[in-house]
């Protein structure tokens, strides 16, 4: 293994930007990181979820900062720490010298770790990125959910870069249970949760509603409530939050996560397109 792949695998991403290209080399880390994570066990006991996962393995055209998990069973004892060390000494192989800054918070259900790198890209051939400024470093969000909702469904997806790996991943209709439990639960409007709105909804993605009425009764506004969640229930609940908030600000989050050539979409954001999204659902 060597830098090459990640050169050519640079090459395969349409880019025009500085943003574009470094957004197109944090996903190749992020896949790295992933078929590292496949070789432990990993995935024996976690699964994969939110907007990345989307994207790898659905199409979603837009880029991700982090890699969200879910344990498969609740445990409080979980540690990034078990799998960290095998991601480092893989991804060295690559060109990587990668420092993980471990946040093992035992009170905290959510449990993060950050791996960082800022070698890999100064003996890459890149285009854009560092030509006018200094390199930015590759930062790397990981998030586990050691108590995670029952009724989640699952799938076993195999990657193919940087090399043959299985990965268990979240099926599409819990994918949209959990993106929706973000878009009535987040404390702030984040666009990029809308615009995968837009996305599960063009595709008439059924919802995993058994997993959102159990997300649901875990965090955010209706916790430790006896809320059903059905289809007239949530309806109502997402037009209450699509006619509250402020679409141009929406808008400008997801900005840079997406290609130049799809920026005159999201300049078309207001209350009736996402109404007329919801009546998708």
């Known amino acids: ?52 996962c989307l994207r790898i393995f659905h199409g979603l055209n837009r880029f991700s900062e982090d890699l969200d998990f879910t344990l498969l069973e609740p445990n409080p004892e979980f540690a990034w720490q078990e799998y960290l060390g095998q991601v480092v000494t893989d991804v060295a192989s690559f060109g990587y010298q990668m420092e993980v800054t471990d946040r093992n918070e035992t009170k905290s259900t959510v449990r993060l770790a950050f791996p960082k790198d800022e070698a890999v890209g100064k003996i890459l051939q890149l285009r854009y990125a560092g030509k006018t400024k200094i390199l930015e470093k590759i ?5 586990i959910d050691t108590n995670p909702p029952s009724g989640g469904q699952n799938e076993l997806k195999y990657m193919d870069f940087p090399y043959l790996s299985p990965i268990s991943v979240q099926n599409p ?18 666009g990029r949760d809308w615009y995968d709105f837009i996305w599960y909804t063009a595709r008439k993605t059924p ?60 300049d078309l954001w207001n209350t009736e397109v996402f109404i007329q999204q919801l009546d998708k659902l």
């Not at 930062?139 to 998030?143: S, T």
């Not at 819990?174 to 439990?181: N, P, R, V």
């Not at 997300?215 to 409530?225: C, R, Y």
Request: with cysteine.
């Open 139 to 143: 930062r790397i969000k990981l998030e």
């Open 207 to 266: 919802v995993n509603y058994l997993y959102l009425e159990e997300a649901l009764h875990q965090s955010g506004p209706w916790k430790d409530t006896k809320v059903h969640v059905d289809r007239t229930w949530l309806r109502d609940a997402l037009h209450q939050r699509i006619t509250s908030i402020d679409w141009r600000e929406a808008a400008n989050d997801v900005r840079r996560f997406i290609p130049i050539s799809e920026q005159f979409s999201i």
């Open 173 to 190: 209709a819990t994918l949209f249970a959990g993106k929706i439990h973000a878009l009535l639960c987040r404390k702030y409007v984040k």
């Open 1 to 52: 293994m060597s830098i090459r792949m990640i050169e050519q695998k640079l090459k395969s991403y349409t880019v025009s930007s500085e943003i574009e290209e470094m957004q197109a080399l944090r996903e190749i880390t992020q896949e790295i990181i992933l078929a590292s994570l496949g070789k432990t066990g990993f995935f024996s006991q976690a699964t994969f979820q939110g907007g990345t």
